[in-house]
T-cell receptor
Framework: AQSVTQLGSHVSVSEGALVLLRCNYS??????LFWYVQYPNQGLQLLLK??????LVKGINGFEAEFKKSETSFHLTKPSAHMSDAAEYFC??????????????FGKGTKLSVIP | GAGVSQSPRYKVAKRGQDVALRCDPISGHVSLFWYQQALGQGPEFLTY????????KSGLPSDRFFAERPEGSVSTLKIQRTQQEDSAVYLCASSPAGQANTGELFFGEGSRLTVL
């Protein structure tokens, strides 16, 4: 089974500073990788995805992530944090369950706080 | 509707009671998923429907959990004889045909179940 590890359950950055949220995965086959964001009292929303095309993926709200096969990583970055970025971020890998469905396996999440 | 709708948003049950959680997916979405998110954890897969067919129920934790989608639209997750460890947020997600295999899901806001 595939797995996802997110380093740091809570990350704090100052407004305008670089955001870096770490994600490592385990997979024996080329994976599909995702970042979802969950704002307070809202459902998870897709931020960006990697599906074996370009290794640098750009998402919404200025976020991007780079797939590095040699490091089995898919870290999420944003050059300049905004107060509205405060949310919980989940990294996920798509896995063929063999039963006709592709399950998402999520990491435990990283809560991002932005300090004014 | 415009998004995935779940009800009730909050449910408090006494241990041993049965509960039913409802999910209205985005109109026309073929694939429907249920996930369980315990406090401080990422969502974990429960079950998957393609139209009315339940193709994967490997994530259901016990035979007290039952899900159905009889007409290929609305889905209900039923938990019988609830126990304290069932306390979690139950997330429903849907996707159009063909996107389920890339993991791009549209999530509802979830139903928070608290078992006393």
């Amino acid at each position: 089974a595939q797995s996802v590890t997110q380093l740091g359950s809570h990350v704090s950055v100052s407004e305008g500073a670089l955001v870096l949220l770490r994600c490592n995965y385990s997979s024996s086959v080329p994976p599909y990788l995702f970042w979802y964001v969950q704002y307070p009292n809202q459902g998870l929303q897709l931020l960006l995805k990697y599906t074996s095309a370009a290794t640098l993926v750009k998402g919404i709200n200025g976020f991007e992530a780079e797939f590095k096969k040699s490091e089995t990583s898919f870290h999420l970055t944003k050059p300049s944090a905004h107060m509205s970025d405060a949310a919980e971020y989940f990294c996920a890998v798509s896995e063929n369950s063999g039963a006709g469905s592709y399950q998402l396996t999520f990491g435990k999440g990283t809560k991002l706080s932005v300090i004014p | 509707g415009a998004g995935v709708s779940q009800s009730p948003r909050y449910k408090v049950a006494k241990r041993g009671q049965d509960v039913a959680l409802r999910c209205d997916p985005i109109s026309g979405h073929v694939s429907l998923f249920w996930y369980q998110q315990a406090l401080g954890q990422g969502p974990e897969f429960l079950t998957y429907f393609q139209n009315e067919a339940q193709l994967d129920k490997s994530g259901l934790p016990s035979d007290r959990f039952f899900a159905e989608r009889p007409e290929g639209s609305v889905s209900t997750l039923k938990i019988q004889r609830t126990q304290q460890e069932d306390s979690a947020v139950y997330l429903c997600a849907s996707s159009p045909a063909g996107q389920a295999n890339t993991g791009e899901l549209f999530f509802g806001e979830g139903s928070r179940l608290t078992v006393l």
